[in-house]
DNA sequence: CCGCGGGCCTGAGAGC
DNA sequence: TGCTCTCAGGCCCGCG
């Protein structure tokens, strides 16, 4: 499911259910998701409150009120869903609608409000973990992952800096999460359309031989930033898996310019989108526009 | 170090 | 209808 705009969407549903709340308890369904979960795990969450929640890269991280903090990844297919009992069984309500997907709740918070915060995750990509909140920077998850797009560390002359010399693709460097947190397949390629950039240049040709940032420096990091703020401002893309919080779809995807739109027209100039394979991942892009 | 390909899982959709 | 094949928003690992 999930790139920065949709992991960003869910933080911001878990946080109003969540923020202030206490851990009653937690029921796990399965040992492991992608990773096994953490010796205790259940037993270390249950009677914590909860303080804030935060993003960084593609992680939520939740603050415990003991020093941790419970990191949650959606890999692929990841979603939270956050209902009362009474919700539960309304006719009609998302639990109700795809009961079917009960199968894949593979964890289940009940909180001191009486809300369960339950995790589906067909593919079980996903993963949890409880680390030490003076240690997270630390921490193998997040030692050597890249600049947050979102933040004032992304600009023309820290894309520059980063690409400069680098002989990958464009497209690539993008998505490389040690270069730059939180931009998956979908915003990358939006990303490089917004900006007029092809996705097979060198990822160094943004740089002057300097390192310093040439105009599609900016640009690029413009349009990272624009795409971002956009799709969250519309709840995320809903593809397949992705709802927020509260069981409603995003709507971004309706705002593709060329993701998944191989062999229609490109909005800017009427060229025909294109759809290649690079790195092994689908690339979409305009052959008569990005440059 | 760098870039690429394969693998982890399940489900949806296309094509036959 | 049902089978088979391909592909999917992430990330880790090993290879050359």
């Known amino acids: 499911m999930p790139e920065l705009p949709e992991v960003e969407t869910v933080r911001r549903g878990l946080e ?83 009961a079917k997907d009960i199968a894949h709740d593979h964890v289940v918070f009940r909180l001191s409000t009486g809300q369960r915060v339950i995790y589906n995750d067909p593919r079980r990509f996903g993963f949890m973990n409880i680390v030490e909140t003076d240690k997270l920077d630390a921490d193998p998850l997040f030692r050597g992952v890249g600049i947050e797009p979102l933040g004032n560390e992304l600009n023309g002359a820290s894309l520059a800096r980063l690409f400069a010399g680098k002989t990958a693709p464009l ?64 709840g995320g893309s809903s593809l397949r898996d992705h709802r927020q919080t509260n069981g409603e779809l995003g709507y971004f995807q309706h705002k593709f310019r060329v993701y998944d739109r191989e062999g229609q027209a490109c909005p800017r100039c009427g060229g025909i989108v294109r759809r290649i394979v690079q790195a092994g991942r689908a690339t979409f892009f305009c052959g008569k526009c990005q440059k």
């Open 16 to 98: 109003a259910a969540m923020r202030g709340a206490r851990i009653v308890n937690v029921e796990l369904r399965r040992r492991d998701l992608r990773f096994p979960f953490p010796k205790n795990f259940a037993a270390r969450l249950a009677g914590r409150k909860v303080g804030n929640l935060w993003r960084r890269a593609k992680y939520i991280l939740v603050e415990l009120d003991d020093g941790h903090i419970l990191v949650l990844h959606l890999g692929m297919s990841g979603s939270f869903r956050i209902e009362d009992k009474k919700q539960a069984r309304t006719p009609g309500s998302f639990y109700h609608a795809h």
């Open 171 to 234: 497209k690539t460097a993008l998505g490389d999460q040690r270069l730059i947190a939180g931009l998956g397949n979908i915003y990358v390629n939006e990303a490089l359309h917004r900006a007029g950039l092809s996705p097979r240049r060198a990822a160094g040709s943004i740089a002057r031989k300097d390192g310093a940032a040439t105009e599609r420096a900016e640009r690029l990091a413009r349009a990272i930033r624009e795409v971002l703020e956009e799709a969250i401002a519309a």
